[in-house]
């Protein structure tokens, strides 16, 4: 069993950060990928950043140069610092990783997801 637990969401006004965790426990073998992924009310789920085992990164464009992921393969966890935050990133934030247990499966995880809220 294999859980993700989301840390770091709030209230923030317009050009300020936060800095989103979400630590990984359970039966890990190891993890591909780590993303996060974001929705907003009335619109779909959408891909906000990923990085790969080797430290590759992905961003969405709407946040290049103001978000910034990173990954701890120690503690299982990643992280999304988001800088110069605007009204429109507001959203509930997901956690995912690709990940395989021991058994060597490889599975889609998601956490319960974080509440960003931008005032403007």
């Known amino acids: 069993q294999v859980q993700l637990a989301e840390s770091g969401g709030g209230l923030v006004q317009a050009g300020g950060s936060l800095r989103l965790s979400c630590a990984a426990s359970g039966s890990i073998f190891s993890i591909n990928t780590m993303g996060w992924y974001r929705q907003a009310p009335g619109k779909q789920r959408e891909l906000v950043a990923t990085?790969?085992?080797?430290?590759?990164?992905n961003y969405a464009d709407s946040v290049k140069g103001r978000f910034t992921i990173s990954r701890d393969n120690t503690k299982n966890t990643v992280y999304l610092q988001m800088n110069s935050l605007k009204p429109e990133d507001a959203a509930v934030y997901y956690c995912?990783?690709?990940?395989?247990?021991?058994?060597?499966?490889?599975?889609?995880?998601w956490g319960k997801g974080t509440l960003v809220t931008v005032s403007s």
């Open positions: 995912h990783m690709y990940l395989s247990d021991f058994s060597y499966r490889g599975m889609d995880y």
């Open positions: 990085i790969i085992s080797g430290g590759s990164t």
